[in-house]
């Protein structure tokens, strides 16, 4: 029905940046919010940045002045962009979305299968 596709992760040193992305596909009405988690090793998944289709954005207090989330709605794309990157911030990163199918106004949530961002020390 509906696909998440992340890219953008990979191995960079602290202090670098990296721009992850995230393309939702298939049956889509609208998308409504959309939003990263990350989940590293041994801990539970956590909000990164989640941003609604109008709105104000939301982060955690751990990247807030770091990270940025944006999203391009032609494209049902969600960004985020990691700066000042910390050892602390190596997990994977999930991409959610909460999609409408029809015009019924039932959403449904999707999760992408992750991309890992390592940073090191």
Known sequence: QVQLVESGGGLVQAGGSLRLSCAASGSIFAINAMGWYR??????RELVATIPRGGSTNYADSVKGRFTISR??????????????????????????????????????????????????
């Open 39 to 44: 989940q590293a090793p041994g801990k539970q």
């Open 72 to 121: 391009d709605n032609a494209k049902n794309t969600v960004y985020l962009q990691m700066n000042s990157l910390k050892p602390e911030d190596t997990a994977v990163y999930y991409c959610n979305a909460k999609v409408q199918l029809s015009a019924d106004a039932t959403l449904y949530m999707y999760w992408g299968r992750g991309t890992q961002v390592t940073v090191s020390s």
